[in-house]
């Protein structure tokens, strides 16, 4: 789709006010104008159905329903690659995984030398910096501060890479030490005579979801009812029966779960005991004290078939509430700072995953496919003074346009090969008419861990057309006014040989428009 036209008064107005500012350093104070900050919070594996702003059945999650309260909702935001990596690599450059080349976490590494949306924001004066999960293999570049975990990080004492290339170990829990580092940036680090983009990314709440011992005792009185299509046989969708996420055959017992078990020797277990290694007497003591009873209690039972499904759904459910109440209560920490510094006015707060997850629906856990729960990731924001748009803004959006987004705020020129498409005029309550009507997705890491076979696919409002290609050359059409948990496959039936080959057309579209050297071939449809 065109490139939707960017608000010139108001880029103009924000370039004036950078342009003066780096000109006139300290005099900064006596403009009428602040620049916009930028504070964007991501975590990792967080899924709207985990956030009572998106969906109240679960946890409730005040300090991130603030932001929503207070700003705007995006009821349509969407992932191109439903992965860590390849999905950090997407909103850093604005561009699908086939323009950036971090195609999957396992072989890929990002070439830094590329442009980035940091790179820009600095070219206009910005400070940037990043603390927390960076996970692109090279260092990260763009950033005049940067302390990042290496790889997945750890939840207890955890390993930073500094900026000099040292990796230090520091005390206590990673979604709070993350927090704490991103305060003192903003508080001690950074020229408070620039504007700044912060982006705090979380390890949080990826799996194994260690939660921090002062919530261990939340959520153990609750339970929840499996999802309606926990015990999906897969019929009729070969890539979705082949997969390995599953909670009742693949959710390790004591990995996942928590369930030590002495006589037992498996590598996900000595992953696990890797991970108790690193907390000190007192964290190790109280997650005894917590685990101890359950482990006991769990073995004397001996549940089997639907009893232990159930069982290892609430506790995977409970470990990942625990996990995203540390998260919730930290992004509260982060508002108050900004409003006790009076900043709240002149920043832009994004909150957001690097994709969603599974909390059991098709009986799975993690992520990857092209399916709603985990194409589809959450978005809220609140916005800056000027910016009158609240609720919920339902145009198709995805995670290659904060890029733009951010660009556009700053006052900087969106560069033309940036495939996302900035979301500023929807902030200031604008409905473009020329908005695009399909996203495109494309997932490529396979073989490997979960066994999630590669896909490319486009999603409409109404309609979602998927092809799992590589080992195999399925198709899979769904309804999802109809089918919004995606369980029939229309592919295939005659009635829907139209919408298909339009949508084939529309896919085929943006194949070209976003350059993937995978196509799909229309060559059949058209004989
Ligand atoms: C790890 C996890 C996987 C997860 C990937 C990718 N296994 O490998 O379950 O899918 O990360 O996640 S674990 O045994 O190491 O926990 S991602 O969010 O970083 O892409
Ligand atoms: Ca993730």
Redesign the pocket.
Known sequence: MERVNPNFCYSLVSLVTVTSLVSCGNQQKKSQTSPLNIVYIMT??HTAQMMSCYDSRYIETPNLDRLATEGVRFTQSFVANS???PSRACMLTGKHSCANKFYD?TTCVFDSSQQTFPKLLQKVGYQTAIVGKW?LESLPSGFDYWEVVPG?GDYYNPDFITQNNDTIQKHGYITNIITDDAIDWMENKRDPNKPFCLMIHHKAI???WLADTCNLSYYEDKSFPLPKNFFDDYDGRLAAAAQEMSIVKDMDMI?DLKMLQPDKNTR?KA?YEKQLARMDSAQRKAWDDFYTPVINDFYKRNLQGEELANWKFQRYMRDYMKTVKSLDDNVGRILDYLKEKGLLDNTLIVYTS??GFYMGEHGWF??RFMYEESMRTPLVMRLPKGFARRGDISELVQNIDYAPTFLELAGAEIPSDIQGVSLVPLLKGESPKNWRKALYYHFYEYPA??MVKRHYGIRTERYKLIHFYNDIDCWELYDLQADPMEMCNLYGQKEYEVIVKDLKKQLLELQEQYNDPVRLSLSRDRE
């Open positions: 990792d594996d992965l860590s990596g976490n996970h997945q990826h799996r194994n990995y996900l992953l690097d994709q993690d992520k861990e979960h």
